[in-house]
């Protein structure tokens, strides 16, 4: 137990559908990210968030919408998928930018 | 891209210390040296990071040489439970004066009975 909790464990999704994934911390940080690990891929940063402020949105597509409403909650909102796009997404959130991370279990998702 | 070079595997017997190179040769002065791991299907975990001196905590030890390109992250007494994907990392700069972690493909440590 990191303290990162991350909801669905495991989703599948058709290329129409819209779904999020959502994390929550329990640590009282204020630094939030959203990370991917795609098959045989190293993990890549995709957004981070600082006092729910975005700082860093890694050229990510416009498919994926993070949202953060509050420092212990950070949503990623999907549509319009496509199959490439299935993944491990990992959540994180550290104490200032220069924390160290604690990452959730991730979400697994399966676009269809 | 990653900074860091580790070879993709490594074994070692239940009992001893794992010993897990990674190069960083470009590093730069003020970059730190972070390790974590990747436990199947779990998210990484934190393990020890380091600057410029030699850092020990309840998991490991970090051994980074004096020029700072190159370190060793020492698992003294590894188990089953150990075996893992480790993650050498050299935290970065970028925008707004905030860091980042770019990870890279890792060494798998296989711990064998």
């Known amino acids: 137990e990191t303290g990162v909790t991350q909801t669905p464990r495991h989703l599948v999704m058709g290329m129409t559908n819209k779904k999020s994934l959502k994390c929550e911390q329990h640590?009282?940080?204020?630094?939030m990210y959203w990370y991917k690990q795609s098959a045989k891929k190293p993990l890549e940063l995709m957004f981070v968030?600082?006092?729910?402020?975005?700082?860093e949105n890694n050229s990510v597509p416009s498919r994926f919408s993070p949202e953060c409403p509050n420092s212990s909650h950070l949503f990623l909102h999907l549509h319009t998928l496509q199959p490439e796009d299935s993944a491990l997404y990992l959540c994180?959130?550290?104490?200032?930018?220069?924390?160290?991370?604690?990452f959730g279990e991730g979400s697994r998702l399966t676009v269809l | 891209d990653a900074k860091t070079t580790q070879p993709p595997s490594m074994d070692c017997a239940e009992g001893r210390a794992a010993n897990l190179p990674c190069n960083h040769s470009?590093?730069?002065?003020?970059?730190?040296v972070y390790w974590y791991r990747q436990i199947h299907s779990q998210g990484p975990q934190y393990i020890i990071h380091?600057?410029?001196n030699n850092e020990t905590n309840e998991m490991a030890s970090l051994i980074i040489t004096e020029d700072r390109k190159s370190s060793t992250l020492i698992l003294p007494h590894a188990t089953l439970r150990d075996t893992a994907v480790y993650y050498c990392?050299?935290?970065?700069?970028?925008?707004?004066?905030?860091?980042?972690?770019?990870f890279g493909a890792g060494t798998r440590l296989a711990v064998h009975p």
């Open positions: 994180a959130s550290s104490l200032g930018q220069n924390g160290e991370l604690f």
């Open positions: 640590l009282g940080h204020n630094a």
């Open positions: 968030y600082s006092l729910e402020e975005r700082v």
């Open positions: 470009t590093i730069s002065g003020n970059e730190y």
């Open positions: 380091g600057l410029k």
């Open positions: 990392i050299v935290r970065v700069p970028f925008s707004g004066g905030y860091n980042k972690l770019i």
